[in-house]
């Protein structure tokens, strides 16, 4: 699913960026500004932003705080991601997931619409994201958590090998 998500998510930052510059061009050169285009461009960044996460996630492409990180051995690697996961990420999408979720459906039950004139409908489309982005940010968290526990419950390959 995650792979899914960020493939489709991959062209949502083209269109994005088209935005964009449709949004600077008629700005500057035009004279004239869109509050539609702008809140476009902040609801597609959300999505972009809430529903890429697991898929960076899978792809290990994620910024990383720890520097030391990387300098580790696969074992230890696997021991830092599974705890994390299991303590911190999945945790806490949880807790997103369980918060947002009457925050979306009272959204959705009202039609929830942008306030400014001339913006946005169906507002509770990206708020829906919310849940539906660390639900899936959950399930990769698992899947990290059994692929670091698989890690770390094999043999060393190469030593059974020699």
């Known amino acids: 699913m995650s792979e899914k998500t960020g493939v489709v998510v991959s062209w949502l930052t083209t269109g994005l960026v088209l935005i964009v510059c449709y949004d600077v061009f008629t700005r500057y050169i035009i004279g004239r500004s869109s509050i539609a285009i702008q809140e ?54 949880t807790l997103i997931v369980i918060t947002s979720w009457k925050f979306a459906m009272n959204s959705l039950s009202i039609g929830e619409t942008s306030p400014d004139p001339g913006g946005l409908p169906m507002r509770y489309i990206l708020k829906m994201c919310i849940p539906l982005g660390f639900t899936l940010l959950g399930f990769q968290g698992l899947a990290l958590a059994s692929r670091s526990l698989m890690t770390l419950l094999s043999r060393d390959i190469n030593r059974t090998v020699d």
């Open 40 to 93: 476009l461009e902040w609801h597609l960044f959300a999505v972009i932003f809430l529903l890429g996460a697991p898929f960076t996630l899978k792809h290990d492409k994620h910024v990383r705080v720890d520097v030391l990180y990387m300098r580790f051995s696969p074992k230890k690697q696997a021991w830092i991601d599974l705890v994390g996961s299991l303590i911190f990420l999945i945790p806490f999408s």
